[in-house]
C-alpha cells in the first residue's frame, strides 16, 4: 500500500487491529478488521489467546 491508506472503493482493502481488555484478572484479545474506504468494521473476534491461530485468522 505504500503508506497510502485510503480508498474510495470499499471491500478493497481492510486492515486489522488487537486491542487488550482486562477481565477480572485476565486479559482478553480483541480483533477488528476494518475497511479502509469506509471506516466501518466489517469483523470482529473476541479470544482469551493471542495467537494469529486465535485472533486474526478467526476474525
Same mark, same amino acid.
Given at each position: 500500500?505504500? #503508506? +497510502?491508506? %485510503? ?5 478493497? $482493502? =481492510? @486492515?486489522?487491529?488487537?486491542?487488550? &481488555? #482486562? $477481565?477480572? /484478572? ?7 478488521m476494518? *475497511? &479502509?474506504? *469506509? #471506516? /466501518? $468494521? @466489517?469483523? =470482529?473476534?473476541?479470544? +482469551?489467546?493471542?495467537?494469529? /491461530?486465535? %485472533? @486474526?485468522? /478467526?476474525?
Amino acid at each position: 500500500m505504500n #503508506r +497510502k491508506f %485510503t480508498n474510495k472503493e470499499t471491500g478493497c $482493502v =481492510w @486492515v486489522s487491529g488487537i486491542t487488550y &481488555i #482486562r $477481565v477480572n /484478572k485476565d486479559w482478553d484479545y480483541l480483533t477488528t478488521m476494518i *475497511d &479502509i474506504a *469506509d #471506516r /466501518k $468494521v @466489517v469483523d =470482529w473476534f473476541l479470544n +482469551k489467546g493471542m495467537t494469529a /491461530k486465535n %485472533t @486474526v485468522l /478467526k476474525a
